[in-house]
């Protein structure tokens, strides 16, 4: 296996987090995973602005994203990062608590690569990222960097 991409996590919710880590964690599915609290550090982190303009230019290998989120919400952010050139081929998944068909349906018109339900169960919850990780970060063959 040649070297795992980097997972950008934009996730309010504490518990969703440490979910989310653990599995990722478990299975050894990423280098590294950077977590973000909301829909302006998710922007901040990928423009590479304020507590971030050091960090590795490289883009992620898939940015999964909630929906609901405090500042700006993940709607708004995937619209912004799809108008943007640099960030059209960036895999974006939605993995968020919302079964309403407006979110669904909006979040596809704006470009999303998935969209994924967060199961209840702890298990299934565990089962579900390790598939989102091994698929996007691992199994995936991303497009050539310019």
Not at 53 to 73: C, G, H, M, W
């Amino acid at each position: 296996m040649s070297k795992l991409g980097r997972i950008l996590l934009v996730e309010d919710d504490p518990r969703d987090i440490e979910l989310t880590l653990t599995a990722l964690q478990e299975y050894n599915l990423a280098n590294e995973v950077m977590v973000v609290r909301d829909g302006q550090e998710a922007l901040d982190y990928l423009y590479r602005r304020g507590e971030f303009s050091e960090r590795d230019p490289s883009p992620p290998a898939v940015l999964l994203l909630d929906l609901k989120l405090p500042k700006i919400n993940g709607l708004e952010v995937l619209q912004q990062v799809r108008a943007d050139q640099q960030f059209k081929v960036l895999p974006i998944v939605v993995l968020t608590s919302s079964h309403e068909e407006r979110d669904v349906v909006r979040s596809y018109e704006l470009g999303v690569n998935a969209y994924v339900v967060k199961p209840v169960d702890f298990h299934e919850f565990v089962n579900a990222v390790k598939e989102l990780g091994v698929f996007w970060a691992v199994i995936n063959e991303p497009p050539p960097r310019a």
